[in-house]
């Protein structure tokens, strides 16, 4: 089922929704007494079913309609649409000045065509993000703190990231450590080997405050391609749990110790590769066709890479 076609009683517009509750109960229009009599009128003159124009202020308007039982219509009766389709130039149709509230019950609900703008329902979005997020509950720091986060777009492709100058020295300082490092050596492509790609992925740092700490350009392997057997084999490696970070900084409260953090930079860059693994030249390093990376060293995104530094 692709949806329910619903109706939004304020704005009058028609939209589709998967996610719909039937409050059958509790219908707008539902009648205060359960017991109005349904009865068919098959001999109602056609005079009866014509008002003329002035008798319309004392029809029943729209504020009564939950009084009114709805009678039946019988196909052998003409169509009052057809009757009173006639109304003169100097006709004025009266219009309820009666003050419209939200349903008590729609409160706990977000009405969808109700709650759009109308550019977001121009622009074809069903449920636009703005319509329902707000910063306005935020602290001050806080709001600065997202607003900031969101004014800076982390490039998706090396062709988006050359456009910039930030990224470029990101790259070219990621470069400059993996050469520090040694850890492949470009050789010709040897026959029946396919080898693995690589990208770069790019992020943002940011300080407490919101403000960019630094731009951070990684080349990752994409050792989705590793066939095991061939070019990798173990991969388990142990990790500290947080069982055990929890009682080392017990241990150092008890005992006064100072306690130190360090970040080592490129950490899978130290560890030495026994498998023999192929990996397609970085976009930005310039080398003549035919050749490939032979991995000295181990790579972000090699499924041994933990393993390795661990050893």
Same mark, same amino acid.
């Given at each position: ?21 039937? $409050? ?54 003409? *169509? ?52 329902? +997020?707000?910063? $306005? $509950?935020?602290?001050?720091? +806080?709001? @600065? ?15 988006? @990231?050359?456009?910039?100058? +930030?990224?470029?020295?990101?790259? *070219? ?76 900084? @017990? ?8 306690? $130190?953090?360090?970040?080592?930079? *490129? ?45």
């Amino acid at each position: 089922m692709k949806g329910v076609v619903l109706l939004d009683i304020h704005s009058k517009q028609i939209f589709v929704s998967r996610n719909v509750i039937h $409050h059958e109960s509790i219908l707008p229009y539902q009648s205060n007494s359960s017991n109005i009599p349904w009865n068919y009128h098959t001999n109602i003159h056609q005079e009866s079913l014509i008002k003329p124009v002035s008798d319309i202020s004392s029809s029943p308007t729209n504020d009564n309609v939950s009084d009114v039982s709805p009678l039946p219509i019988d196909s052998s009766l003409p *169509n009052t649409n057809d009757i009173s389709t006639y109304p003169t130039s100097s006709t004025v149709l009266p219009k309820s000045t009666r003050i419209r509230f939200q349903l008590a019950y729609l409160k706990d609900y977000v009405c969808n065509s109700s709650t759009q703008s109308p550019s977001s329902v121009n622009s074809g979005i069903s449920y636009p993000l703005s319509s329902f +997020h707000s910063f $306005h $509950h935020l602290s001050p720091t +806080h709001k @600065a703190f997202s607003t900031s986060v969101t004014q800076s777009i982390e490039p998706k492709t090396y062709k988006e @990231a050359c456009q910039s100058d +930030h990224w470029l020295k990101a790259m *070219n300082v990621e470069l400059e450590a993996l050469a520090n490092n040694d850890p492949w050596c470009i050789v010709d492509t040897p026959p029946n080997v396919k080898p693995i790609g690589c990208k770069w992925v790019y992020r943002i740092k940011y300080k407490v405050d919101g403000s960019i700490k630094r731009y951070k350009a990684r080349l990752v392997a994409k050792g989705y391609n590793q066939i095991e057997g061939l070019d990798y084999f173990d991969t388990f490696s142990p990790v500290a749990k947080l069982t055990i970070v929890r009682t080392l900084l @017990a241990i150092a409260s008890i005992r006064n110790w100072h306690l $130190h953090q360090l970040d080592v930079n *490129n950490v899978f860059l130290h560890s030495e590769l026994q498998e023999i693994v192929y990996m397609t030249i970085p976009e930005g390093v310039t080398c003549s066709s035919g050749k490939v990376c032979k991995l000295r060293k181990s790579l972000y995104g090699l499924k041994q890479a933990s393993r390795k530094w661990h050893e």
